[in-house]
């Protein structure tokens, strides 16, 4: 395989998570009578340009369907992060009733609800029509197109350029980074700017966070690896912060090259910090198969041993990253039932892979499980606070990533 940005060829393995189906790939009832696609999951390193990808084996239509299940709103987490990252842009920039708004992968409407809400013009690209059609109904504009240079021309020969351009949890998701990337410079008027929200490669190998990997995650990125690929395709990063979501992510900032702000001190004591991690050595990235194993041996050895004394593990957040986890360690509903998700697209459905049923909370009330398995561990805060009551009857929570905690 080809790197996907600079085209090296890539002989460093990451890791290897064997194979699973497409972690979003909700069944129906009806589903459950056919077989599955499974696809190879491994990841290898760039040892030219340090961008860390997956193996390409499905196209991205084939994995963001227009029954895609993933709904931003449903975490209050998630809504106050973004509530916060609009106010700060918009004082930070100036932005006004004279701006224009893009945001990339607009989701169900979560973020874009708030510029709305400060009457600042504003337009969303998502390509999968659940979602879209749940940010219509929010009363938001939103073209259902997947983002590249094809679609930047479209929108900019439309007057549809933007001052700002959103393009927050969506870098990792696309196959072709080149082209997105230089869709996002076209976009950008003059003196525009572009913001990145994306989980911190760092993060993931120092926290075992390895079920933030899966199909439709093609890039895991560090900003020694972005900087230099914005650069490629006419950005320039100018800041970064680092930010809590989805277990350490970064934000970044950038312009156009062609009118670049000076960059602050952040970004390179970001990038002196990797660099001196070794994100640029390639034995830094050899013993991560290792801990990923380890992890996995104790989670599974955890739920061999509730079974065997008869107690019981109920899930909670019918999430990516838990689909990860439960494939790779090979996961059934013998060993966990049932999954619990707030979310009622998902309810009544099951989990693709593990074939485990997701149900509403009340499920949890009713049964009173000793244990509840929190698979978003990102959100682990939210959820402890909104099932505190399993406390009632002697019920603890667990987390297995970055380690089994039980609590």
């Not at 007057?159 to 996002?184: E, H, K, M, R, S």
């Not at 702000?261 to 390179?268: F, Y």
């Not at 909370?361 to 000793?370: A, F, L, N, S, V």
């Amino acid at each position: 395989m080809q790197c996907r940005h600079c085209g090296a060829h890539l002989f460093v393995q990451f890791v290897d998570l064997c194979s699973a189906p497409p972690s979003n790939a909700y069944l129906t009832k009806a589903g459950l009578q056919r077989p599955e696609v499974w696809l190879p999951l491994r990841v290898s390193t760039c040892t030219h340009c340090w961008l860390v990808q997956t193996e390409d084996y499905a196209p991205a239509d084939q994995i963001f369907t227009d029954d895609y299940a993933y709904f931003s709103s449903y975490s209050k987490t998630w809504l106050d992060h973004a509530e916060n990252y609009v106010a700060s842009v918009v004082d930070r920039f100036h932005l006004d009733s004279n701006s224009r708004i893009v945001e990339l992968a607009a989701n169900d409407g979560y973020l874009l609800q708030f510029v709305a809400a400060r009457e600042i013009p504003c337009l969303g690209v998502e390509p999968t029509a659940s979602t879209a059609n749940v940010a219509r109904s929010k009363g938001l504009e939103i073209l259902q197109e997947f983002f590249g240079v094809r679609l930047a021309k479209n929108m900019k020969s439309r007057g549809l350029d933007a001052d700002l351009v959103i393009a927050n949890n969506v870098l990792a998701y696309v196959p072709d980074i080149n082209d997105f990337l230089n869709g996002v410079a076209i976009l950008l008027r003059r003196g525009g700017v572009a913001t990145f929200e994306f989980p911190h490669l760092l993060n993931l190998i120092k926290y075992n966070q390895f079920d933030t990997i899966y199909h439709e995650h093609y890039s895991y990125l560090s900003l020694i690896a972005v900087h230099n690929i914005f650069k490629h395709n006419g950005l320039s990063v100018f800041d970064v912060d680092e930010v809590p979501t989805h277990g350490g992510s970064l934000r970044l900032y950038a312009d156009r090259v062609d009118h670049p702000r000076p960059p602050t001190s952040a970004v390179e004591g970001l990038l002196e910090r990797e660099r001196s991690a070794g994100l640029r050595i390639e034995h830094f990235y050899a013993g991560f198969q290792w801990r990923v194993n380890c992890v996995k041996d104790k989670f599974l050895k955890f739920l061999v041993e509730v079974k065997a004394s008869n107690k019981q593990v109920a899930a909670y957040g019918a999430a990516a990253k838990g689909n990860a986890l439960l494939n790779y360690a090979g996961i059934r509903p013998d060993l966990v039932p049932y999954v619990v998700d707030k979310n009622p697209s998902k309810q009544g459905k099951f989990l693709p892979g593990s074939r485990i049923p997701i149900v509403a909370e009340e499920r949890i009330q009713r049964e009173r499980p000793e244990y509840v398995l929190i698979l978003p561990w990102n959100i682990r805060a939210e959820v402890v606070h909104d099932l505190s009551y399993i406390k009632d009857w002697g019920g603890k929570f667990v987390t297995a990533i970055p380690d089994m905690l039980i609590h």
